[in-house]
Structure formats: structure tokens, C-alpha cells
């Protein structure tokens, strides 16, 4: 679940205009008509989100060995490019989101025509980071420039989609079944990224070199001759999975595109101006809860990203399943899927702190197991399944535990308005740029070991670096997230004390007329 599922949407909640109406001056409403939304509707929304999702797993999950084995660029410009793809990422979310807040509204709406018009160009990019050019030397930048360019278009897409819940119906229950749906449809997309970007390439996988002795030189040029032509093969599946991805992305825009009608916001007024951005950064920023939150969580989440981008060269070198990786990663995606709805009863039931404790450390024997076993393809599936429930609760349990983290700020707070686009888009700043400088380290620490492209096998100190990135580095920053989840002060009975004292302040100001809380809605229904 690559780059953290509906990660944009707190940098678009804020996308409301408001407009301030002297309370003697609001006209009598008449009772407004229900806005209700049809199957098709909700389906043609939820068609919306699987873009993101589909081409985040394939980056996720495949770029990076992409890059070292078919697209042959050295290990220290693949961590630059890996890297800065990322750091990019993760600025682009407040830039796009403030773009949009500047736009007008058009015959289109206002956020369709961002999702129109950058579709075909991110489709563009996206197939040309999948292209192997003619010229080696410049091969770095062209993979930095087209990766960079995808991540603003899809951003360019992503933001106003998840803003797009606020203006498809005046009902909140229409827009929390709407987005039901499309949570339904961005869990199968990192399914269907897995499994096309796998199974496509899965049946011609990149020939290997075995980098030859003094005594075998004679026979090198042969072999490399045959492995030109395997590569090509290779090359040209990853373009393939590409167009087929980029088809999936086309398809599901003209759907959204064709299918959801944008409406003007439900409530035009509000009873504050917000917060100006920086004196509300500096609140959120000394709110003790929300600063043990993003901590513990940036730990956690970093561990889960390092094994998301070396899982592939892990299972490709270390476990010696060059044919069996993609199999493994389907396992993965297909237990955490399965496994969401288990851990949201969970959490209900016993606890989010407890959820965390149990659904985060459960990865710390599996991690273990990894490392000690040998080569044997029935344990690493076993192990491949039970990973994926730590994953549903690693990448689940931090939008479930924000809104708490709000609600807290807005009783110390009481006339803070607008700030909870700022709680979610740090977290989803953060933890970008957190997978950026993880992705970079690793990818840098392989080309320290002595990594070789191609090989059919590796050096022990590559092996050894690949078990350290996938297994030890992951459990000590699963640890040392839950030590800092002891620090966090927000427990059950806090939580249910919090939402009391929330519900009394929502009642004493339920007859100003039109409620101020409809610009965080979209932050508070994920």
C-alpha cells in the first residue's frame, strides 16, 4: 500500500473558500433537497482512486530493482533518483493543494479540470519511466526527470480527487458511503498494481550475468551476447506492464470524469476566518499528542518502507526465488486486503494503542524468521501471509488515530479553525520523506557492498546488506516506534472523554445555522 493510502487528502481538506455573513444578514434557507447518490455514482467516485494506488505499488514495489537489473543504472545514481523522487513527492502535496485553493470555478467545476487535464500527461510520464533510452550517459537524469514529473502529475490528480468527497452531494452519509466505496476500490488497486506489474513481468525476468574467473573469460562474450537479447525481453515486459497500467489509469478518469458530477460546497459560509498557515503550523507543531504520533509512526512506517523497496532484491539474492518474488509480494498485498477489516473491528473493540502494540510487533518475529531461515519457499510464503496483517495494521492505525490527535487540539484550542489540513499533510510530508531518504540510504548502502548488476548471484556482504535493510533495520525502528508510543497520552478513556467534551462545544454551537465544520469533513472521514 504504497506511499500511504489517501495520503493527498489532507492537504486538499482545506480547499473550502470561505466567505464570512453577519449573522443578521443570513436569509431564511429553505429545506434544501436531499442529494442523494446512486450505486453508479459511488462507483464511478470510488473508479477514481484506483489510478494512485495502482501506480504506487508498481513504483513502490518494482522501481527500485528495475532500475539496478533491466535498466542497468549504477546503484549510487538509482539512490539519487529514488530519493529525490520521493523528497519531490512529498513537496508537491502543499504546493498542489495551495494551486488548487487559488482555482476558479469553471463550466467543468474546480477540481475536474485538474484531474482532466493532467491524466494524459501523467499517463505519458508514467510509461516513459518504464522506457530504457538509447543513451547510457544520461540515462540517470532522464529516470530523475520522468519520475519527478509523474509524481506532480499524479499528485496534480490525486489532491483535487480526494477534495472531490466534499462536492459530490450536500449529505454527509452520502459522502461517507461514497467514500466507503472508494476505500473498497484503492485496497484492490494495490492488489491490481501488484499483481499486473508482477505477473507481466514476472514471465520474462532479467537474465543474470555470472560474473566470470580469469580461467572463464573465453566464454564471457558468448554468454553476454544471449543475455542482450533476454534483456530486451525483459525491457520490453516492463513497458508492457506500463501500458497496461496506463490503459487501467485512462479508463478509470474518463469513468470518474463521466460519472461524478462536481456541486458547489455544500456550505458557502463559515463563522471564522481560518488560521493564517504559519501561526497555525507553530500550534500544531507544539501539540504534544500530535508530535508523539507523527514520531512513533515515522519509525514504524520507515521500517515497513524498507522492506517494501528491497523486498524484491532480497528475495531475488538473499532467498535465491529470482521466479518466486512477485508470488511473494501477491501474498503480501492479498493478506493485508483481507486483513483490514479485522483489524478496524479490532481496534473498535480492544483499543487503537492496543491494536498498535499487537497488529505492529506481530512483524517482529516474522522479520526475525527471514533472517535466520535458509531457502525454503514454503516458510517465506507462510511468512509473506502473516506479514501482510502487520501491514494492513501499519499503514490502517495512523488515519485512524489522527482525528483523536484533532479532536485533542480542538479542545485546547477552541477557536482554531482550518488547521487540520495542516495535521494531515505533515504526516503524509514526513513519512514521503522519510520513504525518500530510506530508499536513497539503502540503495547507496547496496552500491557500498559491492552490488552487481545483473548477477545471477551476489557477494556475502550484499547479502548481508540486504538481510540488514529487510529484516534487522526494520525490527529496531518497530521497537523503538512502540517505546515512543508509550509516550503517547491518548488512550481509550481519554479518547471517550475527549469526544464528550467535543460533542458538548458542537451542541452549544449547533444553531448558528450553517455548521463550520464542513471544511474538515473530508480530513475527518478517513
Known sequence: MAKGE???????????????????????????????LSVCNKLCYAVGGAPYQVTGCALGFFLQIYLLDVALVDPFSASIILF????????????????????????????????????????????????????????????????????????????????????????????DSATAYRMTVEVLGTVLGTAIQGQIVGQANAPCLQYPSDSALASESGNRTHSISSLRQTQNAYLLAAGVIASIYIVCAVILTLG???????????????????????????????VKLIAAFL????????VEGNFALFCTYT????????????????????????????????????????????????????????????VTYVVAVAAGVSVAAAFLLPWSMLPDVIDDFHLKHPHSHGTEPIFFSFYVFFTKFASGVSL???????????YQSRGCSQPPSVKFTLKMLVALTPIALILLGLLLFKLYPIDEEKRRQNKKALQALRDEASSSGCSDTDSTELASIL
Open 6 to 36: 489517501g495520503s493527498e487528502s489532507g492537504s486538499a481538506a482545506g480547499l473550502l473558500s470561505p466567505s464570512i455573513l453577519q449573522a443578521g444578514e443570513r436569509p431564511a434557507q429553505e429545506p434544501k433537497k436531499k442529494q442523494h
Open 84 to 175: 529525490f523522487g520521493r523528497a519531490w513527492d512529498a513537496f508537491t502535496d502543499p504546493l498542489v493543494g495551495f494551486c488548487i485553493s487559488k482555482s476558479s470555478w469553471t463550466r467543468l467545476g474546480r477540481l475536474m479540470p485538474w484531474i482532466i487535464f493532467s491524466t494524459p500527461l501523467a499517463v505519458v510520464a508514467y510509461f516513459l519511466i518504464w522506457f530504457v533510452p538509447d543513451f547510457p550517459r544520461g540515462q540517470a537524469l532522464w529516470y530523475l526527470i520522468f519520475y519527478c514529473l509523474f509524481e506532480t502529475l499524479v499528485t496534480c490528480f490525486h489532491v483535487p480527487y480526494s477534495a472531490l468527497t466534499m462536492f459530490i452531494s450536500t449529505e454527509q452519509s452520502e459522502r
Open 260 to 290: 461524478v458530477r462536481e456541486r458547489r460546497g455544500p456550505c458557502e459560509t463559515q463563522q471564522a476566518e481560518p488560521m493564517p498557515f504559519f501561526r497555525g503550523l507553530r500550534l500544531v507543531m507544539s501539540h504534544g499528542p500530535y
Open 299 to 306: 519509525f514504524t512506517s520507515l521500517a515497513f518502507m524498507l
Open 319 to 378: 532467498l535465491g526465488f529470482r521466479n518466486e518474488f512477485q508470488n511473494l509480494l501477491l501474498a503480501i498485498m492479498l493478506s493485508a486486503t483481507f486483513t483490514i477489516p479485522l483489524w478496524q473491528w479490532f481496534l473498535t473493540h480492544f483499543g487503537k494503542k492496543t491494536a498498535v502494540y499487537i497488529g505492529i510487533s506481530s512483524a517482529v518475529p516474522f522479520l526475525i524468521l527471514v533472517a535466520l531461515i535458509e531457502s525454503n519457499l514454503i
Open 440 to 450: 536513497g540510504i539503502s540503495t547507496l548502502s547496496l552500491d557500498f557492498a559491492g
